[in-house]
Structure formats: structure tokens, C-alpha cells
């Protein structure tokens, strides 16, 4: 058996893992049954897409379309076993949307008619074999597209809409409602499968997933700062203490939430990792005092960060790396749309009640501290709203020369070695620099000692990639404040750091919103083919890395 994935940016050969494990560690079997899902969502929006005729708006679809998408996302479920029933439950869904379009159908047309509708939007499997059987033959599978432009339009679209679910679900686990994100993941999926649809009409379909990809963001930016009030500026410890710990990764603020409440006066701290650093900048979750702070590094290196942790760790979302070859397995717990064979998963929580953690709870009161390896505090919380309260100071410092450029440098960090170049730039940019951030990215910078400008730091943190919106925030109220009619005359350069999909979903957001000459790195991504790269190079300047000192050479000069 053997699967095609180039969905990150760690892909085999920057083309795609086309063997029988990919690089993230999901195998085959895995991979061939997601594109066998995505294969079935794409059915249900058929029929979704098309109720919309009728004023029909089916919620419990949408949000399973979302939140399915995102069990898809990179390093996020692994559960072979769970595919399998999502596959089937995706069945039942798709023909109860059916159903109710054809009724409306037939009630205002008659009952003889014929459509015409895509496979993915009649098939059913009379058993679990045949699932399998139709994942193996590599159903849904990038492969069977054979112009390359078009596999690499409808990639693209694919995996920002795998970004725009990841942040949709954030949103919706607090204001349960995202319709207008839903019926858009319902109308590209559909279009996916429009044999009709020409390579035109496919880069439109792009630069609209960028549109609705900062309608998200602003969506999910209202959500967390209504539920957890506006991030403040803090310095965010990062030793340890001397009770037992729970480590809490990924990027759910509502688990976090109610992980916090649930362990209050239980003797045990709650220490947040990597993407969920950014937590320690709301004021609500702030105010529990056991929350201690962040232990550990970016994602990728989770397996020393967890082994020196000594307690459990509770994945919320994307970001874990298969545990193979180390002893804490049994310490690990996954919950919404993350999964692994063989570790605990925390359901989904009761309609108006919260999940259970107290499996992880009384696993954390019978473990020893957790060991200490370093010490200090972390600035952040620069969100829109802290860096504009500043805004009068930061233009200032522009006008006087104070600050030469702003440099965005955020998105992933990830084991490719060439990273290091993000970390190389931050020490080769000159004193009169600021760089704005969002995501793991930061890791490779966040503990340097950069100093200030007048006050102002130099790395400004605006929170986890669910955060970029800030970041797009911050610029176009620079613009204003500028008096500039665009945002690329802005003294603002764009060199971020991509690997999973919610990256690919920030890039085409800032490609709506009209910015050019962003740097992405450390490679372009291996589903652009020869032909949409030099589209997209053309129409936006898109450009990759190089070395440190030419990119920070160009970007100083403007370009």
C-alpha cells in the first residue's frame, strides 16, 4: 500500500511522501482513508451547495464538514479507526442533505427530473470493506488529476480551507456560529468536484479562500477576546513549580478553560506548550493561579519537552508527533479532533456541559514535578489591540528614525534544519527593526535577547498562528495611520515560515488583501506546480528565501 500527501512543507523531496509512511508518520492506510473522507465531504457539499437554492442551511452538516476537514490537517489525527467511522457517519449526513434538497427539489419542480451529481455524492459502501477497498484504490487521491495546474489550484484551495476549519472550530466551540464559513467550505468542496469549473475560475476560487480566510480570522479573534477578554502584555514565567503538572498543547482556549476549573484547588498546576503559550495573555484564563506557565519548545520537539515534563500532556488540537520509541505514551490524551491508536481520547463534551478531564486529572496527582531545564519569562500578548494602544509611540519612532522596518516573521517552526535561517535573521536584523509574530514560528527567536526600542521590544508576539489576524491588523491600521493608499508602501516586510495547512490559509489571506514580495520559507510549497508558482510570482512577487543576510539585505532596501 502506498498513499500521496504533499500537504506540508516537510513532503518528501518538496514533491510529495508517496511511500508507505509519510513524513509526519502517518501511514498509508491513514492517508489513503482521509482522502477517502475529504472524497465524501465534498459529497455532502455537493448536495449542501446546492440546498442553498432553497434557502436550506443545514448547521450539524457544516460543522462536521469543519471539524472533519480539520481531524485532516497535519499532525493532527492518526486514528485509522476513526476515519473509518467518520467515512460512515459522512454517508448518513450527505443523504439526509440530500434528501431534503430533492424534496424541495421535487416539491417545486415535479418529480421528473434528472441530475447530474459526482460520484462522491451517490456512493455507498455496503460494509467496511468496501470502505477499505475504495481507500486502497486511492479514491480521492491527488493522483487521479492529471493536468498539474489544475491539481495544484484545487490543492491549494483544499489546504486553505483545511486552515480556515481549524480556525472556524475554535470559533464555533464558543459562539456556535459560523454558518457563513460553513455554507463557503460547503460551496469550494463542491467546486472541486465541478468538472466545469476552468483554471481561471479555480485561481478566483483561491484568492476568495483568502477573502474568507480573514473573515475567519476576524471571527475567531472576536470569539477568544469576548470569552477571554483582549490579550494583555506578560511576562510569561518559564520555570517550573513544585506540584505535579498537567502540559497542555495545541491551540483550544475552551479545553484550557475548563482544564483550569477543573483542577482548581486539586494540587496541581497547569503548564501550557509551545502554540498554547499565547493563552498566559488573556486575562480570564490569567486569573487562575495555577496556571504556572509554559514548559518546553515548539512542537516538534515535544518528545524531550514531555519526557522532562514527568506528568501528562493533553493534545487539543494539531501538532503531535507519533510516539514511537518512547516510555510516556500511556501519560498522552488527545481530545476533539485529534487521535492516535492507543492513547486515551477525551470525548467531546455534552450540549451546555463541559468535557471530563478527570482521567488526566488523578493521572497527574500520582506524578513528580516537573523537571526544570530552564528559567526566566517570556514576553508577548501584542495582539491588534495592544500594539495600536501603542500606536501613537510607534509612529513616532518611524517618523524619527527610530524604526527603520517592521519585519513579519510569522507561521511554523518544524525540524527542517534550514529553519535555523528564521533564527539567523532575527540576529542579523539591525537594532532600528521590529518583528511582529504569530505561531510557533517565534520559537526560534522568542528567547533571544533583543532589547528595545525606546520601549517598545523588538519582537512584538501577537499570540498562535490563530492569531495572524493581529498581525494583518496591525498593518492595515498602519496604513492608515500612514496616510498611505497601499498597505505595500508601508516601511513592512513579509518573510514567513510555513509548514501545516492553517500557513497556507494566512498566506492567501494576505494575498487578498493586495500585500506583495512576502518570503516564504524555508521552501515553497511542493503542491504549487512550475505553472500556478509562476502565476502567483507574477501576479503578488511572491518570492522564497534565500540566505539570511540577502533576504535581510533586501528587505532593509524595500524589496
Not at 518528501?12 to 477517502?36: F, I, W
Not at 450539524?60 to 493532527?76: H, M, P, Q, S, V
Not at 479532533?337 to 493521572?363: L, N
Not at 526544570?372 to 514576553?379: A, D, H, M, P, V
Request: net charge negative; charged share 25%; hydrophobic share 40%.
Amino acid at each position: 500500500m502506498s498513499m500521496f500527501c504533499h500537504q506540508c512543507q516537510e513532503t518528501m523531496k518538496n514533491t510529495g511522501c508517496s511511500m508507505k509512511q509519510g513524513m509526519c508518520g502517518k501511514s498509508a492506510e491513514v492517508a489513503n482513508l482521509q482522502d477517502l473522507f475529504i472524497w465524501c465531504l465534498k459529497g455532502i457539499s455537493v448536495w449542501g451547495h446546492k440546498a442553498k437554492e432553497f434557502d436550506l442551511y443545514d448547521n450539524e452538516a457544516g460543522f462536521f464538514i469543519d471539524k472533519g476537514l480539520f481531524a485532516t490537517i497535519t499532525n493532527a489525527n492518526f486514528d485509522r479507526t476513526a476515519f473509518i467511522e467518520l467515512i460512515k457517519k459522512s454517508i448518513a449526513i450527505r443523504d439526509r442533505v440530500k434528501d431534503s434538497f430533492l424534496q424541495a427539489y421535487t416539491d417545486k419542480n415535479g418529480s421528473d427530473f434528472t441530475l447530474s451529481v459526482p460520484e462522491c455524492a451517490t456512493w455507498i459502501p455496503s460494509n467496511e470493506d468496501d470502505i477499505k477497498a475504495k481507500a486502497d484504490s486511492g479514491t480521492g487521491g491527488w493522483l487521479e488529476i492529471e493536468n498539474e495546474d489544475e491539481r495544484s489550484l484545487k490543492a491549494t484551495i483544499l489546504y486553505g480551507l483545511k486552515g480556515m476549519s481549524a480556525y472556524a472550530e475554535h470559533a464555533y466551540q464558543i459562539n456556535k456560529s459560523c454558518s457563513e464559513v460553513f455554507e463557503f467550505l460547503m460551496e469550494a468542496l463542491a467546486a472541486l468536484v465541478d468538472d466545469s469549473k476552468s483554471q481561471e475560475e479555480l485561481l478566483d476560487l483561491v484568492i476568495k479562500t483568502g477573502e474568507m480566510g480573514v473573515k475567519t480570522m476576524a471571527l475567531l479573534d472576536e470569539a477568544n477576546t469576548t470569552a477571554y477578554g483582549t490579550p494583555e502584555i506578560t511576562q510569561v514565567n518559564i520555570g517550573v513549580g513544585k506540584n505535579p503538572g498537567i502540559l497542555i498543547t495545541g491551540h483550544d482556549l475552551v479545553d484550557l478553560e475548563e482544564l483550569l476549573e477543573q483542577t482548581t484547588d486539586q494540587g496541581v498546576d497547569v503548564y501550557t506548550h509551545s502554540e498554547m503559550l499565547p493563552a498566559n495573555y488573556y486575562p480570564k484564563l490569567k486569573k487562575y493561579p495555577h496556571l504556572h506557565g509554559n514548559y518546553g519548545n515548539a512542537w516538534w520537539l515535544q518528545k524531550e519537552d514531555i519526557a522532562n515534563f514527568n506528568g501528562p500532556i493533553l493534545f487539543t488540537s494539531n501538532c503531535l508527533v507519533p510516539p514511537k520509541g518512547v516510555d510516556y505514551i500511556d501519560k498522552m490524551f488527545t481530545t476533539g479532533a485529534v487521535g492516535y491508536e492507543g492513547v486515551f481520547h477525551i470525548p467531546d463534551r455534552p450540549e451546555g456541559g463541559q468535557k471530563d478531564f478527570s482521567a488526566i486529572i488523578e493521572m497527574a496527582k500520582t506524578c513528580p514535578p516537573p523537571k526544570e531545564f530552564e528559567t526566566g519569562q517570556i514576553l508577548g500578548g501584542f495582539a491588534h489591540n495592544q500594539v495600536l494602544a501603542l500606536a501613537d509611540k510607534v509612529i513616532e519612532a518611524v517618523q524619527s528614525g527610530a524604526i527603520k522596518r517592521f519585519i513579519v516573521m510569522g507561521g511554523c517552526d518544524g525540524r527542517h534544519k534550514t529553519r535555523s535561517y528564521y533564527t539567523d535573521v532575527a540576529k542579523a536584523l539591525p537594532e532600528d527593526t521590529v518583528i511582529l509574530t504569530a505561531g510557533c514560528a517565534k520559537f526560534k527567536y522568542n528567547k533571544l535577547e533583543l532589547g528595545d526600542i525606546g520601549g517598545i521590544p523588538r519582537v512584538l508576539d501577537a499570540g498562535q498562528c490563530n492569531d495572524s489576524y493581529s498581525l494583518a491588523v496591525i498593518a492595515m491600521e498602519l496604513q492608515k495611520a500612514f496616510g498611505l493608499d497601499d498597505i505595500n508602501d508601508l516601511p513592512l516586510s513579509f518573510d514567513i515560515a510555513w509548514y501545516e495547512q492553517k500557513a497556507v490559509l494566512v498566506l492567501l489571506a494576505l494575498l487578498s488583501l493586495g500585500v506583495k514580495g512576502i518570503r516564504v520559507g524555508p521552501t515553497l510549497p511542493g503542491f504549487l506546480s512550475p505553472g500556478v508558482a509562476k502565476v502567483l510570482i507574477d501576479k503578488f512577487d511572491l518570492k522564497a528565501i534565500t540566505t539570511p543576510d540577502e533576504d535581510v539585505a533586501a528587505m532593509m532596501a524595500g524589496n
